[in-house]
């Protein structure tokens, strides 16, 4: 094993930079990369198409690169893993048959009927099935819940409280709504209760769990209005106390490194689990093959380990014998967006980022401009993290800070982790 590794980090958003900030602690790293990057000041920034993987080869090749840590599902989901296959440098992230669990819903939700990890009750309708979808619906109380089989950017779930609404828009996503991607649409039975997000990290033989989070979707205070990317995080979850996580671990955890093992599907990477408690029982909303965002910027600033040491055991397969510590203090995200973010918005916005206090400023939506200056680039911009005695005092900090962080439209929600304070 080299004393010190070479890294690329593949993606630009917030769930990326906080990755970059805690890799660069490592004793471990020689020098990291980060392709494209924004204007974070962790890593060297590369402009290379994390989808382009000719190219990422060469520079691979180029600069020695020991080790391919990849952020966003695109890649994974096209089969980055598999591209590198018998190479010298290893891929963090599962090859395209693992990659499923996100990539396609109807995948995801049949693998968790075949191995009895609980979910809602669904149906997969096509075209030709239409007839029958609508007599699904029928047969559910509302609201209901339609998810695009494929990647649809983070766009293709939609919840309706009419059933006429329903049946109308799935008719509208197999029609195209959202290109290929909904060439197929799973119906879901609307589940009731409070979410939280569940990390596993593993190297298909053993895992380890990261700190538990839970993020908030709807753009509006109140988690009113549409869904967004994530306009915050809070970690720790204070009802995934003990007695929930082990049925976590013993119902969808163990459960489903089982099956994937059953089904001859080698998985070196993370495992997202998008949870729902329903009245003290976990039940799986959806999986994800990477981290989650905004949730990262909230589970690498609680993790105290050494997040490369950690991406070693996965890589090496002796994830068994290293140690996952978290921070005890309470870590609470809050997410600068562009205003009209998640509508249209405008970007270019220019910057006001005084003096860093301790809360940290982990960029999502930005560039680097003339003269050193930081501009808007996206409709989520940078999310602050603060640390706390609880949730309540890190969230006063995270929300000082987004006062003080400016730019032209500026919006953040101020009730993130409300819902949790005691």
């Known amino acids: 094993?080299?004393?010190?590794?070479?890294?690329?980090?593949?993606?630009?958003?917030?769930?990326?930079?906080?990755?970059?900030?805690?890799?660069?602690?490592?004793?471990?790293?020689?020098?990291?990369?980060?392709?494209?990057?924004?204007?974070?000041?962790?890593?060297?920034?590369?402009?290379?198409?994390p989808m382009d993987f000719p190219a990422v080869k060469d520079f691979v090749e180029e600069k020695g690169i020991d080790m391919?840590?990849?952020?966003?599902?695109?890649?994974?989901?096209?089969?980055?893993?598999?591209?590198?296959?018998?190479?010298?440098?290893?891929?963090?992230?599962?090859?395209?048959?693992?990659?499923?669990?996100?990539?396609?819903?109807?995948?995801?939700?049949?693998?968790m009927v075949r191995h009895a990890i609980p979910t809602a009750r669904f149906m997969s309708v096509t075209e030709e099935t239409l007839e029958q979808g609508m007599h699904f619906l029928e047969s559910l109380k509302p609201p209901y819940v339609l998810k695009a089989d494929g990647l649809a950017a983070g766009k293709g779930v939609i919840i309706l409280d009419s059933l006429?609404?329903?049946?109308?828009?799935?008719?509208?996503?197999?029609?195209?709504?959202?290109?290929?991607?909904?060439?197929?649409?799973?119906?879901e039975e609307f589940l009731s209760g409070i979410e939280c997000s569940v990390f596993v990290v593993t190297d298909g033989e053993d895992y380890k769990l990261l700190p538990v989070a839970k993020d908030y979707k709807?753009?509006?205070?109140?988690?009113?209005?549409?869904?967004?990317?994530?306009?915050?995080?809070?970690?720790?979850?204070?009802?995934?106390?003990?007695?929930?996580?082990?049925?976590?671990?013993?119902r969808i955890v163990e459960p489903t490194?089982?099956?994937?093992?059953?089904?001859?599907?080698?998985?070196?990477?993370?495992?997202?689990?998008?949870?729902?408690?329903?009245?003290?029982?976990?039940?799986?909303?959806?999986?994800?093959?990477?981290?989650?965002?905004?949730?990262?910027?909230?589970v690498m600033p609680r993790l105290k380990s050494d997040l490369v040491d950690l991406l070693e055991g996965v890589a090496d397969e002796t994830l068994s014998i290293k140690q996952v510590q978290e921070d005890e203090r309470a870590a609470v995200t809050v997410m600068l967006t562009s205003g009209g973010y998640p509508g249209d918005y405008e970007k270019g916005?220019?910057?006001?980022?005084?003096a860093q206090t301790d809360v940290l400023r982990f960029h999502a939506g930005t560039k680097p401009g003339e003269g050193g200056a930081v501009l808007t680039a996206g409709g989520r911009v940078m999310a602050l993290t603060a640390y706390g005695a609880d949730i309540r005092e890190?969230?006063?900090?995270?929300?000082?800070?987004?006062?003080?962080?400016?730019?032209?439209?500026?919006?953040?929600?101020?009730d993130i982790s409300r819902d949790l304070q005691k």
Not at 3 to 24: D, F, T
Not at 221 to 246: C, H, I, K, R, Y
Request: proline share 5%; hydrophobic share 40%.
């Open 257 to 298: 490194l089982a099956g994937l093992k059953a089904e001859g599907i080698k998985y070196k990477g993370f495992i997202f689990l998008g949870l729902i408690n329903v009245e003290g029982e976990p039940q799986v909303i959806e999986y994800n093959v990477r981290m989650g965002d905004p949730e990262t910027e909230v």
């Open 1 to 49: 094993m080299k004393e010190k590794i070479n890294i690329l980090l593949l993606g630009s958003g917030g769930r990326e930079c906080a990755m970059a900030w805690k890799i660069s602690q490592s004793p471990r790293l020689e020098t990291l990369y980060v392709a494209p990057g924004n204007a974070a000041p962790y890593g060297e920034r590369v402009s290379l198409d």
């Open 68 to 111: 391919i840590v990849v952020g966003p599902e695109n890649p994974l989901v096209a089969g980055i893993a598999d591209f590198f296959e018998g190479s010298d440098v290893k891929v963090i992230g599962p090859g395209k048959e693992g990659a499923r669990l996100e990539g396609s819903k109807e995948f995801a939700k049949e693998f």
């Open 349 to 354: 916005k220019l910057m006001t980022l005084p």
């Open 218 to 250: 709807r753009v509006g205070e109140g988690d009113t209005g549409l869904n967004t990317g994530g306009m915050g995080a809070v970690s720790p979850v204070p009802f995934a106390d003990e007695a929930f996580m082990q049925k976590v671990v013993d």
């Open 164 to 187: 006429a609404d329903a049946k109308d828009t799935l008719s509208d996503m197999l029609s195209g709504m959202f290109g290929s991607a909904s060439a197929t649409v799973v119906i």
């Open 394 to 414: 890190a969230a006063a900090k995270a929300l000082a800070e987004a006062e003080r962080v400016d730019f032209d439209g500026k919006y953040f929600r101020h």
